[in-house]
Nanobody
Framework: QVRVVESGGGLVQAGGSLSLSCAASGNIVSINAMDWYRQAPGKQRELVAATTSDGSTRYADDVKGRFTISRDNAKNAVYLQMSSLKPEDTAVYYC?????????????WGQGTQVTVSS
């Protein structure tokens, strides 16, 4: 019903920047939450940044001031601009969306994209 596709990521040196993109498609009426999570090896998946349809945003403490989340409601897309990257930012980054499909809302995840920051 809904497909979530991420792009971006890759390998970057510490201090560098990367951008991630995520687009949702399918029988979507609207999307409330659009978030980015990450999961490092041996660790639990954690919220990195979140945005809602009214434009409000929130960030994990360790990315505040370095990462910026934004969205394009017309494209059902969400973006994550990452700067001043640190080796500890290395993880698989997942896009998470909560769209309204018909009368109900559902939770969907992207396949994940690897971000590796070398020291």
């Amino acid at each position: 019903q809904v497909r979530v596709v991420e792009s971006g990521g890759g390998l970057v040196q510490a201090g560098g920047s990367l951008s991630l993109s995520c687009a949702a498609s399918g029988n979507i009426v609207s999307i409330n939450a659009m978030d980015w999570y990450r999961q490092a090896p041996g660790k639990q998946r954690e919220l990195v940044a979140a945005t809602t349809s009214d434009g409000s945003t929130r960030y994990a403490d360790d990315v505040k001031g370095r990462f910026t989340i934004s969205r394009d409601n017309a494209k059902n897309a969400v973006y994550l601009q990452m700067s001043s990257l640190k080796p500890e930012d290395t993880a698989v980054y997942y896009c998470h969306v909560v769209p309204r499909v018909g009368l109900y809302t559902y939770s969907y995840w992207g396949q994940g994209t690897q971000v590796t920051v070398s020291s």
